[in-house]
């Protein structure tokens, strides 16, 4: 009869291998992104930028909003708060502040995906919808 203690141990592993399985869906999900920042960015703030994300997915839900501060201290601790929250947040802080990167990268990289993707289900015979409500009209740039 299994103890109470290889039940824990069981279900330990399981969330340790669905975290696994998140993390390699994640670093898929955002391996073009951190490509094209991967030229601007040094290692450790890219470091920070894939741990923002995990620390987002792991712990942010409807019910919850996660603060700066709150952000921070998630980054290095899988199971919750960390004790080097005030590390977290500076990193978290030096990454938002770098100069070697801005939001006009961010949206070039945006619209080349969507671009790819387009082409993409163009070629497939596709039909392509995007709803578009109004809302970003003075946003958009004519090619």
């Not at 938002?96 to 990289?109: C, G, Q």
């Amino acid at each position: 009869m299994p103890s109470k203690y290889d039940r824990e141990q069981e279900k330990e592993q399981e969330q340790q291998r669905v975290a696994q399985e998140v993390v390699q869906l994640l670093e898929i999900f955002l391996a073009p992104l951190l490509l094209a920042l991967d030229e601007k960015l040094d290692k450790r703030l890219m470091r920070t930028l894939v741990q923002i994300f995990l620390t987002i997915v792991r712990f942010r839900n409807n019910m919850q909003v996660l603060l700066f501060s709150e952000l921070g201290s998630y980054m290095d601790n899988y199971r919750g708060l960390s004790t080097s929250a005030a590390a977290g947040t500076k990193r978290l802080s030096n990454l938002l502040r770098s100069l070697k990167w801005s939001v006009p990268d961010i949206d070039r990289h945006l619209l080349n995906e969507a671009e790819k993707e387009v082409q993409y289900l163009k070629n497939l015979g596709k039909s392509i919808l995007c709803p578009f409500d109004g809302s970003a009209r003075d946003q958009v740039e004519p090619h």
